[in-house]
């Protein structure tokens, strides 16, 4: 239980962010104009995720899952910086 918790508390944070962040980027206008309900809106996508992990079977799934899932979305932030779609 305290694997799928931390899992959810940890690799759940940077999966909220980045699910946010690239809502946030995919808004038209500029990202600038959507960061209050960027901000308003990370903590009940964290609450969502850290509640989903408890879904998992145990908590190296979780971990496996979310960890990957994080991963991918903040690589997505980063390579739509590099490709310069974004500011």
């Not at 038209?28 to 964290?46: N, R």
């Not at 799934?61 to 903040?74: H, K, N, T």
């Amino acid at each position: 239980m305290w694997a799928r918790a931390s899992a959810g508390v940890v690799a759940g944070f940077f999966l909220s962010a980045g699910i946010v962040g690239l809502v946030c980027w995919g808004l038209p206008g500029p990202w600038t104009s959507t960061i209050v309900g960027g901000l308003v809106a990370f903590f009940p996508v964290w609450m969502g995720v850290m509640g989903a992990s408890f879904a998992f079977a145990n908590g190296r799934r979780a971990w496996a899952w979310l960890g990957s899932l994080a991963v991918f979305s903040m690589g997505a932030l980063w390579g739509l910086q590099q490709l310069a779609w974004v500011a």
